[in-house]
Structure formats: C-alpha cells, structure tokens
C-alpha cells in the first residue's frame, strides 16, 4: 500500500518546518526521479530537518526535492516502514536489505536514535 498522500512537499526548511508534524511515524524522500529513502522516526519533522541540514549527506547529494510522510503509533512503524520500502524500492534503503534482511538498517546517520 502506498503512502496516503502521494503528493510530495517541497525538501525545504520552511515546508519541512510548516507541514512535518513532529509525531511519530513514516516519511519519504525523493527527488524528480526515484525515491531516495524511506525512514521511520519518533519525530518526523525532526528526523526530515537533519537530513535537511546535513548538508554531505545522502539525501542532499541525491538532490532530494520533495518529502511525504504519515504519522503512525511507534509500534506500527517498522512494519509500515518495509512495507513502504518493499513497495517504491528506494536507493538509499536498497542495501541494508540485502546485508540483513531487514531495510532500515541502513538508515542515514542523522536518523539513527529517533525511533
């Protein structure tokens, strides 16, 4: 199942700052042409405003342009999480799949500690 709202924000502070919810839940990130990275946090907007900020990260390299996310209860999360994963395929969570089975493990080192 996808995302409930397919239409992505604007990966800017100010959209990030005015329409991120800082509640738990999923969100994603993507650029004009595929999904980048797929995340699960305690805090959404939080965990968008580090990538944001990381100016040498992933997601900035890949040129994130646009995010969108859903609040969920923590213990949903992971679960929603690879099903999203399973679904858009993004670059960015391709490779802790293979390592371990399990897609987020290999999540951005500005997400790690916000579940």
């Given amino acids: 199942m996808p995302f409930h709202s397919i239409v992505p924000r604007p990966f800017t502070a100010t959209a990030i700052q005015t329409f991120a919810p800082a509640v738990s839940g999923v969100y994603g990130v993507s650029n004009s042409h595929e999904w980048i990275y797929v995340g699960e946090t305690d805090n959404i907007q939080r965990a968008l405003m580090l ?65």
């Fill in 51 to 115: 990538h944001h900020e990381d100016r040498n990260g992933t997601l900035v390299k890949k040129n994130a342009k646009g995010f969108v996310f859903e609040i969920c209860e923590k213990a949903t999360r992971a679960s929603r999480q690879d099903r999203l994963v399973q679904e858009y395929e993004p670059s960015c969570n391709r490779f802790s799949q293979e390592a371990s089975g399990r897609f987020s493990a290999n999540q951005p080192e500005t997400n790690r500690g916000n579940r």
